[in-house]
């Protein structure tokens, strides 16, 4: 018999959960430490719902767990922060498999270990549909904050990676006969794959997003290298519902326009071959990439993505409202 939430109850469940968790669980509250000096905390939170944001069809267990620590952690290092650990609360129906939570939280606790973090909390509830809900806690230097409201005219806007391949994943786990599009053989990261090797690596890109963590290390390499000590000169955010929403937003929250550099913008050449006519659109509007979008002086930026595998200067800050050819709308609006 196969063992559910309901068999189980819910000390049965909590004594599962603890396998995933740091030692400090196990008290009302989970005690935090004093940011560190010169640093404030940060804090994030995000939803994942069936249905809405995976599916047994799309995602394994696993993947949902990793998902649901890859969304938050991707929040803080938008931010420039460190993570210092992370809550998750469930709310699943009774007859929830046991095996399918074990999964989640295997895959939660394997993305946190990839990010030198931990689950320090959270709490389970009866609910009609599987629910998870995450907040994220980091610590980031009072002078290296990361926001969407300080852009300025000549800053450089530069990409910390290739867009459009989530939607590219996600399209193939929807439709298995798109794996035909993709025999030839493609380089991604440093192997060369084809055909269904190729299509699996391409629905990593959905199913188990990379917060960028690295992209920030070396932002703060490179700033005090030049002793950047007043004036932080980055801003931006991480373009999970988006590349042109999240560019749209910078320029909103900053009062300024973009310029975009169309003939830089890099589409990868398996978004190309799936999407054909409309690789431009799942690059802008496809969603779920979390990359960062960054802007910064041009000299820092041409630095940046010198030293960035996959970073590309995209475009420009400018003056006015306007936005160079994009049309405002997210990736997915959640009352629609």
Known sequence: MTDTVRSLGEQGLLKIFRHFCSAVVGDDAAPMGGTLPEHQMVVTTDMLIDGVHFSDRTTSPEDVGWRAAAVNLSDLAAMGAKPWGLVMSVGLPPDTEVAWIEGVYRGFSECLQRYGTELVGGDTVRSPVRTLSVTAFGQVPKDRVIQRH???????????????????????????????????????????????????????????????????????????????????????????????????????????????????????????????????????????????????????????????????????????????????????????
């Open 150 to 336: 300080t852009a300025k005219v000549g800053d450089a806007i530069a990409i910390t990676g290739c867009h459009g391949l989530s939607k590219a994943g996600l399209e193939i786990l929807f439709n298995e006969g798109l794996k035909e599009k993709l025999l030839s053989p493609l380089k991604v990261g440093n192997r060369i794959l084809a055909g269904s090797e190729l299509a699996q690596a391409i629905c990593r890109y959905h199913q188990r997003p990379i917060p960028r963590f690295d992209a920030i290390a070396l932002l703060h390499k490179l700033l005090s290298q030049q002793n950047y000590v007043k004036d932080f000169p980055v801003s931006g955010m991480d373009s999970s519902d988006g590349l042109a929403d999240a560019i749209a937003q910078i320029c909103r929250a900053s009062h300024v326009g973009a310029k975009i550099y169309w003939r830089s913008l890099p589409i990868h050449r398996a978004v190309r071959t799936l999407a054909g006519e409309r690789a431009l659109d799942w690059v802008l509007y496809g969603g779920e990439d979390f990359e960062l979008v960054l802007c910064m002086p041009m000299d820092l930026a041409v630095q940046f993505v010198n030293r960035l595998s996959g970073a590309v200067i995209i475009g420009e800050v400018i003056e006015g409202n306007q936005i160079d050819g994009l049309e405002m709308r997210s990736a997915f609006q959640h009352f629609d």
